[in-house]
């Protein structure tokens, strides 16, 4: 983790207090998580501004979370399918930051080429960090580069050279 990372270049104070509820909620209902997608990759060194927060449930846990967050849904459970994804998704607006609650189990992501390939989290082998006085369960860093290279965006690409 980049130690000299300055939060406020790349959180917002909404951003970092709407990753704080969120991480205290799952805490206090015992919902098993991860932080995924740019945020892992911030909290690894990357240095680039944050659109939103990613995190990973498993499917066993999603009503809960509907329940949890009712009022802050802003897209409801729905099957995204892209040339990048194929997983199930609830959107949560918390103060005006998007959080994108995805199914860690049954997904997978997309290489560009048109192959779909299979990409699980392991919410086990997430890494607890602390990150802005919060620990916080991370997405591995070795299967959070893995999965950016299979994706291969230009921000993925930017953030696998600045984390590795």
């Known amino acids: 983790m980049n130690e000299h990372l300055n939060l406020e270049k790349v959180l917002s104070a909404n951003q970092r207090g709407a ?3 969120v991480v205290q909620i799952f805490i206090e209902n015992k919902i098993q998580f991860q ?5 892992a990759a911030i909290i690894y060194g990357a240095e680039r501004p944050l659109y939103d927060i990613d995190v990973e449930v498993y499917k066993k846990d999603i009503q809960k979370v509907r329940d949890i967050f009712q009022k802050n849904i802003s897209k409801d459970f729905y099957h995204l399918q892209d040339e990048n994804f ?3 998704l609830l959107t949560l607006d918390i103060n005006g930051v998007p959080v994108d609650i ?3 189990d049954e997904c997978y992501l997309g290489d560009g080429k048109g192959k779909k390939i299979r990409a699980d989290a392991d919410l086990s082998k997430a890494q607890l960090i602390n990150f802005d006085g919060v620990e916080i369960p991370v997405a591995n860093k070795m299967e959070l580069i893995s999965y950016k290279k299979i994706l291969a965006r230009d921000t993925d690409i930017v953030d696998i050279k600045q984390i590795s």
């Open 35 to 39: 932080i995924s997608g740019g945020l």
């Open 19 to 21: 990753l704080k509820k």
């Open 86 to 88: 194929d997983l199930w």
């Open 102 to 104: 995805s199914q860690a």
